[in-house]
């Protein structure tokens, strides 16, 4: 079973499988919250709506004179979320924004860009404004980690076999990962056991590339989940 993640791939390659999959990479923060603007007891939040992020006309003008910098004048999407992280008693908050798009190799272990800790904070001080506070002077220390979200174009997953007797994968379960970990291990589980399969078992694997009526359904859908 090929669980492979973003070298999902790589392991496909040695069975001379090509995978319809791609890499982007994406970031999250963890920092304290030392004012006390998340409440500890807020639920997972998700800010839905795309936004312009809040800069002041100096660092606009300095941001448009610059290349480089003028993607950050941008329209970012909706998914951006918070959540408080630990008991009652932790100050600490987490802070996830899936924004980036462009498409790489995955490496082992991949940096975070240096501006994401503020771009991530401006766009979560939409949704609670108290964040603002913290603009360009985050509490120490900031946990930066980076990860690939491995996905299909139509970002639905692949799960079940590999094309070639014996093997079989689950992947590309990109920003929906953690909540639909279990039941695709369950469904990867009963299309190597030989079980009962459910009715949605043939649309999620490889097999719905050679099936119009399947593919023309989930264009019609467009709806990809991702956080």
Known sequence: ???????????A??????????SVLQQKIAVQDLLGVIPRDAPFTIFMGAQYLDWSD????????????????????GGLHIKPEGGQDSTWIKLG??????????RWEPQGTAEFPELVL????KLAPGLAQYHHRLPKPVVHYA?????????????GPMAVGGAYMVGALSGFGT???CAAGELVA??????????????????RYNDPAIMAAIKESRVDGEL
């Open 97 to 106: 924004w899936a924004i980036n798009r462009v498409r790489e190799q995955p």
């Open 190 to 207: 009963a299309w190597a056991a030989g079980g009962e399969l459910p009715d949605y078992a043939r649309p999620l694997s490889l097999a």
């Open 13 to 22: 390659s040695l069975l001379a499988v090509e995978l319809p999959v791609y």
């Open 122 to 125: 401006r766009g979560a001080a």
């Open 179 to 181: 909540m639909a970990s």
């Open 147 to 159: 990860g690939y979200y491995t996905k299909t174009e139509e970002n639905l997953p692949l799960i």
């Open 58 to 77: 100096e660092e606009r003008e300095i941001l448009r004179s610059d290349a480089g910098s003028r993607k950050l004048l941008r329209q970012f999407p």
């Open 1 to 11: 079973i090929n669980a492979a993640g973003p070298f999902a791939p790589a392991i």
